[in-house]
């Protein structure tokens, strides 16, 4: 429970009447776009297309739960991966760029995303 305080309290900075039922809502509105945004990229990987044409997520967000599900995904992983070797070292480059947010960065667009809620 007090994890769920800690996150509510943080909402709060931003939306005053927030509570924690608010703050449940607002997480799982996040893990569904996120899995919506997961779903596409594993199918994209799976139609045997290469780099350039796996999907490219539009979440800020996305890197940052992409280990747990990916923890999830390893058990029951079947496919086969058709990135070349070339093509995936372009890939990680890319990975590795957008993974140096530091928590600065990523506290600021957590504000501005719920910010953004607000305003709807």
Same mark, same amino acid.
């Given at each position: 429970?007090?994890?769920w305080e800690l996150l509510k309290d943080k909402l709060q900075e931003i939306e005053p009447e927030a509570n924690i039922?608010?703050? $449940? &809502?607002?997480? *799982?509105?996040?893990?569904?776009?996120?899995?919506?945004?997961? $779903? &596409?990229?594993? *199918?994209?990987k799976r139609t045997g297309a290469g780099a350039n044409d796996v999907h490219v997520p539009n979440l800020w967000y996305y890197n940052l739960l992409?280990?747990?599900f990916n923890k999830k995904d390893e058990q029951s992983r079947c496919g086969v991966d058709t990135l070349s070797s070339d093509e995936e070292s372009r890939s990680s480059e890319h990975e590795k760029g957008r993974k140096k947010l530091?928590?600065?960065?990523?506290?600021?667009?957590?504000?501005?995303?719920?910010?953004?809620?607000?305003?709807?």
């Open positions: 429970m007090q994890a039922a608010a703050t $449940k &809502k607002k997480i *799982e509105h996040m893990r569904s776009a996120f899995k919506r945004e997961y $779903k &596409k990229v594993k *199918e994209s992409l280990p747990i530091n928590i600065l960065q990523i506290k600021k667009k957590i504000n501005k995303y719920c910010s953004r809620i607000i305003a709807r």
